[in-house]
C-alpha cells in the first residue's frame, strides 16, 4: 500500500509541476494561435498543453538513468557547485568590466 501512495504522490506531484508550468510559462488556458472566427473552450488548450508536459516528464523518467544518492552527490558537489561558482564569477567579471549596472 505504501508503494502505491508513493507513486500516487509522484505522478500528482507530475500533474501539479505541469499545471504551474502551462500557468506560468505556456501561456495558460489561451490558445497557441489565434482564434477570430468562433469561441473555443479554453479549458481544452490547458489539458493539453498539460498533456505535453506530462508527456515529457514520463519519456525523461523512462529514458534517462537513475542515479543513486552517492553519485548525485558527487555529482552535485565535484561538477555543479564549481560551475555555478565559476558562472557567477564570469558574469560578475563581465558586469564590473563592462559597469553595465551603475552602483
Not at 42 to 48: A, D, K, M, P
Not at 74 to 84: A, C, E, Q, T, Y
Request: include cysteine.
Amino acid at each position: 500500500m505504501g508503494f502505491a501512495l508513493f507513486f500516487l504522490g509522484e505522478y500528482a506531484n507530475m500533474l501539479l509541476m505541469c499545471a504551474l508550468t502551462v500557468v506560468l510559462f505556456l501561456g495558460g488556458w489561451y490558445a497557441p494561435f489565434p482564434f477570430s472566427s468562433f469561441d473555443c473552450d479554453t479549458s481544452l488548450f490547458f489539458g493539453l498543453k498539460m498533456l505535453v508536459g506530462v508527456f515529457f516528464f514520463v519519456w525523461a523518467r523512462s529514458t534517462l538513468p537513475r542515479y543513486r544518492y552517492d553519485q548525485l552527490m558527487r555529482l552535485g558537489w565535484k561538477v555543479f557547485l564549481p560551475l555555478s561558482f565559476g558562472w557567477v564569477s564570469f558574469v560578475a567579471g563581465l558586469v564590473y568590466s563592462f559597469s553595465i549596472f551603475s552602483f
